[in-house]
């Protein structure tokens, strides 16, 4: 399977807790979106990253949420001291070079807090 | 800032109905748009990308046009399905190629 893969698929965690979810998006792909999806809603946008630099951060990543991509290919995403608002699906995206501006996004990590 | 909208947000047909979902746009500089299909629990599956300079595309029985002048967009599935149902979400893109989505549309297409 050469699409974006994330892990874990579900995390449930209870209040206070760090949790961290990896992406590895689809091999050569530069560009790597992480997104916010709370239940009936649309996603969200949280940071976005061009190989390792990271270029935008949305007001909701408040500084409990840490994302990295250290080499430029997988990324991680750290939620420290959970809190319960934090529930929600976080979903990555990537998007190469050679693009056509379509975005393909992995099949998301479920968070529970508790 | 872009917002998008999406009406209805709920739909309910019977098998065999077209369809129109509608999307709605702030901005009318958007780079392009993209519409999606997600099941229950699961991640964004892209169904057809239009480019800001393009009107439409068509993907089997599915067809999306684009209006940047009026800031909309359509997606028309024809002769629905039972499988068809999930949640359709619209997304515009800007700025280093982020998307902002609605809120989606769910579809129960029934025998």
């Known amino acids: 399977d050469t699409g974006v893969s994330q892990d874990p698929r579900h995390k449930i965690t209870k209040r206070g807790q760090n949790v961290t979810f990896r992406c590895d998006p689809i091999?050569?792909?530069?560009?790597l979106y992480w997104y916010r999806q709370t239940l009936g809603q649309g996603p969200e946008f949280l940071t976005y990253?061009?190989?390792?630099?990271?270029?935008?951060k949305s007001r909701l990543l408040s500084d409990r949420f840490s994302a990295e991509r250290p080499k430029g290919s997988f990324s991680t995403l750290e939620i420290q001291r959970t809190e319960q608002g934090d529930s929600a699906m976080y979903l990555c995206?990537?998007?190469?070079?050679?693009?056509?501006?379509?975005?393909?996004f992995g099949e998301g990590s479920r968070l529970t807090v508790l | 800032k872009q917002e998008v909208t999406q009406i209805p947000a709920a739909l309910s047909v019977p098998e065999g109905e077209n369809l129109v979902l509608n999307c709605s746009f702030t901005?009318?500089?958007?780079?392009?748009l993209q519409w999606f299909r997600q099941d229950p629990g699961k991640g964004l599956t892209s169904l057809l990308l239009i480019q800001s300079s393009q009107r439409e595309q068509t993907s089997g029985r599915l067809n999306a046009s684009l209006d940047k002048s009026s800031g909309r967009s359509t997606l028309y599935i024809a002769a629905s399905q039972p499988g068809d149902s999930a949640t359709y979400l619209c997304?515009?893109?800007?700025?280093?190629?982020?998307?902002?989505f609605g809120a989606g549309t769910r579809l129960a297409v029934h025998p």
């Open positions: 995206a990537s998007l190469g070079r050679r693009h056509t501006g379509e975005l393909f």
């Open positions: 901005d009318s500089a958007i780079y392009n």
């Open positions: 990253f061009q190989n390792e630099a990271q270029l935008e």
């Open positions: 997304a515009g893109k800007g700025g280093y190629n982020k998307l902002i």
């Open positions: 091999s050569e792909h530069n560009r």
